[in-house]
């Protein structure tokens, strides 16, 4: 009787929540700052990755068939193309801005005005709430075939579980994390848990079992996307991610703490000595306006440039 009781509250719950509380739709996807950027229902369960576009294309977002927010494209390289992929959460994405003036719009016109005789392809494959763990496996699960010559990637450092401590859902876990995605009582009591914690909010509640210094030790995966893009024999850029508190503009993947041996594209110096205040380089803590994408896309493509990576 006593569980019949608790799953009808439960049931209950979730319908009220439904109808009264529509937007927690949005924040199944673990990042509360993507509630002001997606559309209720327009991202959908994936095992691997945890979340992706639920429709594709989307033209009103730039979003193309193959979920990369860019003009429509085929995997096939024409002869002379150089094909580079920026990756990250909302702030590669471009939330707040139209495609043509995210970071990695400005970072491909800037190549070409350059007069590289190269056809330059930069391609944006951001998706708000993205870590370096979907990275890593959009990276190995898709990019890969498409042969691109550069990977950009765009994430605070220790954002999210190692790979190897959160294996894809299979089999029956498939299909209870589909639901979970879906469930605004399950988003509500994980939102509850991770404000607790002050560690970064991990994908699947095993994360949130681990000690501080499990998930100091096992969060972050720029080192395994360094040792994939080595084996694979791409080039690898790390930008610094630039966020915007109090304090002013800070970096929340400095050089320090990213993996020895790659270019990291110094776009925090850049914001930080503009000379602009933090409401005209950003909308918010992470997403950049129309002037901070520019600078952050021109200084993209000169760190490439200088680094002789278009070849």
Same mark, same amino acid.
């Given at each position: 009787?006593? &569980?019949?009781?608790?799953?009808? !509250?439960?049931?209950? &719950?979730? %319908?009220?929540?439904?109808?009264?509380?529509?937007?927690?739709?949005?924040?199944?996807?673990?990042?509360?700052?993507?509630?002001?950027?997606?559309?209720?229902?327009?991202? =959908?369960?994936?095992?691997?990755?945890?979340?992706?576009?639920?429709?594709?294309?989307?033209?009103? &977002?730039?979003?193309?068939?193959?979920?990369?927010?860019?003009?429509? #494209?085929?995997?096939?390289?024409?002869?002379?193309?150089?094909?580079?992929?920026?990756?990250?959460?909302?702030?590669?994405?471009?939330?707040?801005? /139209?495609?043509?003036?995210?970071?990695?719009?400005?970072?491909?016109?800037?190549?070409?005005?350059?007069?590289?005789?190269?056809?330059?392809?930069?391609?944006?494959?951001? #998706?708000?709430?993205?870590?370096?763990?979907?990275?890593?496996?959009?990276?190995?699960?898709?990019?890969? /075939?498409?042969?691109?010559?550069?990977? #950009?990637?765009?994430?605070?450092?220790?954002?999210?579980?190692?790979?190897?401590? !959160?294996?894809?859902?299979?089999?029956?876990?498939? %299909?209870?994390?589909?639901?979970?995605?879906?469930?605004?009582?399950?988003?509500?009591?994980?939102?509850?848990?991770? =404000?607790?914690?002050?560690?970064?909010?991990?994908?699947?509640?095993?994360?949130?079992?681990?000690?501080?210094?499990?998930?100091?030790? %096992?969060?972050?995966?720029?080192?395994?996307?360094?040792?994939?893009?080595?084996?694979? =024999?791409?080039?690898?850029?790390?930008?610094?991610?630039?966020?915007?508190?109090? =304090?002013?503009?800070?970096?929340?993947?400095?050089?320090?703490?990213?993996?020895? %041996? !790659?270019?990291?594209?110094?776009?925090?110096?850049?914001?930080?000595?503009?000379?602009?205040?933090?409401?005209?380089?950003?909308?918010?803590?992470?997403?950049?306006?129309?002037?901070?994408?520019?600078?952050?896309?021109?200084?993209?493509?000169?760190?490439?440039?200088?680094?002789? &990576?278009?070849?």
């Amino acid at each position: 009787m006593g &569980l019949v009781v608790a799953c009808g !509250v439960l049931v209950g &719950l979730e %319908g009220l929540l439904r109808v009264v509380a529509r937007k927690v739709g949005y924040a199944t996807i673990p990042d509360e700052q993507v509630r002001q950027h997606v559309a209720q229902g327009s991202m =959908k369960y994936d095992a691997e990755l945890g979340w992706t576009w639920a429709q594709v294309p989307q033209t009103g &977002l730039g979003i193309n068939s193959h979920a990369f927010r860019y003009a429509e #494209i085929s995997p096939e390289k024409e002869p002379g193309m150089w094909r580079a992929f920026t990756f990250g959460d909302s702030q590669t994405y471009g939330a707040g801005v /139209a495609a043509d003036q995210s970071y990695t719009a400005f970072a491909e016109r800037s190549l070409v005005q350059k007069g590289s005789n190269k056809k330059i392809q930069m391609i944006n494959a951001g #998706i708000s709430g993205y870590g370096s763990l979907q990275v890593l496996r959009l990276i190995r699960s898709k990019v890969l /075939a498409w042969k691109p010559d550069l990977l #950009i990637v765009d994430c605070r450092t220790y954002d999210s579980p190692h790979d190897s401590l !959160v294996p894809a859902a299979s089999g029956w876990l498939k %299909g209870v994390d589909g639901l979970l995605f879906q469930s605004r009582t399950w988003y509500l009591m994980r939102f509850g848990i991770e =404000k607790i914690r002050s560690q970064a909010r991990p994908m699947r509640a095993a994360g949130m079992q681990m000690s501080k210094e499990e998930l100091a030790a %096992g969060f972050g995966n720029h080192e395994a996307i360094a040792d994939l893009a080595r084996r694979e =024999k791409i080039d690898l850029i790390f930008l610094d991610y630039p966020f915007s508190d109090a =304090k002013g503009i800070t970096c929340l993947a400095p050089a320090a703490e990213l993996p020895e %041996g !790659v270019v990291v594209a110094p776009v925090c110096e850049v914001l930080q000595k503009s000379g602009l205040g933090t409401a005209e380089l950003f909308l918010d803590n992470n997403h950049l306006t129309v002037e901070g994408n520019r600078r952050v896309g021109e200084r993209l493509a000169a760190t490439i440039l200088e680094a002789g &990576l278009v070849r």
